[in-house]
């Protein structure tokens, strides 16, 4: 059972632009959110974060959305680079209780084009 | 410093063989956890290691079993080896602030597991 879902397997952008990545969960009771980037050959590589109290948080070019009510989040990435092209896994937890046990989607492929 | 690192990078095996793969955690990171990564999926929760002991196991059978030792390295060892076992092996590790809290994941480069 995928209780966190990233239905786009993937998604192509010209530089410059903004891209936005999206991901659904089911489980109710996830308090925390993390978006990991992978490049070929490499793990994942932590992004940023948000916390159930928040509904938005940024860092630099990053910016995670979280609308709770709808069990949805987004990955916002302005302006977009050719360097961002990667895998992106939207990733959710329970901190208190699942004690950092990550429950990931399937990743969308993000391709930024010159 | 030294992120998380994974020995072999890459490894072929034969049905029915066993495996050990290897982690070493990030410096200061004393939590160990083991993630299948199939073709096409996203990382699967095979389990956690923590002060030695396996502290929650995902929905992986038995055949798949794991140590942490006094440094907070671990292995990971599958038994009886099936086709569908050819994944990326990650390890990650975190700091467990008491028995509730917790760092971020840092992830290893992963381990290509081919069974043929």
């Known amino acids: 059972d995928q209780q966190v879902k990233q239905n786009s397997p993937s998604l192509s952008v010209q530089e410059g632009r903004i891209s936005i990545l999206n991901c659904d969960y089911t489980?109710?009771?996830?308090?925390?959110f993390l978006w990991y980037k992978k490049y070929p050959a490499e793990g994942p590589t932590f992004l940023i974060s948000i916390s159930s109290i928040k509904d938005k948080n940024e860092d630099g070019r990053f910016t995670v959305f979280l609308n709770k009510s709808a069990k949805h989040l987004s990955l916002h990435i302005v302006p977009s680079q050719p360097g961002d092209s990667a895998v992106y896994f939207c990733?959710?937890?329970?901190?208190?209780?699942?004690?950092?046990?990550?429950?990931f989607g399937r990743g969308t492929q993000l391709t930024v084009w010159p | 410093d030294a992120g998380v690192t994974q020995s072999p990078t890459h490894l072929i095996k034969t049905r029915g063989q066993q495996v050990t793969l290897r982690c070493s955690p990030k410096?200061?990171?004393?939590?160990v956890s083991w993630y299948q990564q199939a073709l096409g999926q996203g990382p699967q929760f095979i389990f956690q290691?923590?002060?030695?002991?396996?502290?929650q196991r995902g929905n992986f059978p038995d055949r798949f079993s794991g140590h942490q030792f006094p440094n907070y390295s671990s292995e990971l060892n599958v038994n009886a080896l099936l086709l569908g076992d050819s994944a990326l092996y990650l390890c990650?590790?975190?700091?467990?602030?008491?028995?509730?809290?917790?760092?971020?994941?840092?992830f290893g480069q992963g381990t290509r597991l081919t069974v043929v």
């Open positions: 489980n109710s009771m996830f308090d925390y």
């Open positions: 410096s200061g990171h004393d939590t």
């Open positions: 290691y923590y002060e030695e002991e396996e502290r």
């Open positions: 990733a959710a937890t329970r901190r208190g209780s699942t004690l950092g046990r990550l429950y």
């Open positions: 990650a590790s975190s700091f467990s602030s008491g028995r509730t809290g917790y760092t971020e994941a840092f």
